[in-house]
């Protein structure tokens, strides 16, 4: 196999990592946020894998680190009241 044809096989199966990194994050804030906050979610999450310092075609992407840092902007942005029971404990 040539090396462009071990590159390219290499960003399709990146790619496809994306795909299903970024689905479970919008379906995941879904459930729990509704579509709206989804939605930002979303732009959030791309917004965050173009702040990556690894080069479009690498080889190794951390997709897991785009999602805490996209969860981290729906965390400033949604407040989530929390129950008595929990203040009570602490």
Known sequence: MSDDLFSLSVYDGQM???ECELSAFVR???ELYGPEQARI????WLDECDLMDDPPRSEIR???SVTIAAS???ADRVKVP???RMLSAA
């Open 16 to 18: 496809q990592i994306e």
């Open 28 to 30: 995941a804030v879904t």
């Open 41 to 44: 979610a979303e732009k959030d």
């Open 62 to 64: 951390d997709w897991h």
């Open 72 to 74: 981290a902007r729906l």
């Open 82 to 84: 929390v129950p008595d």
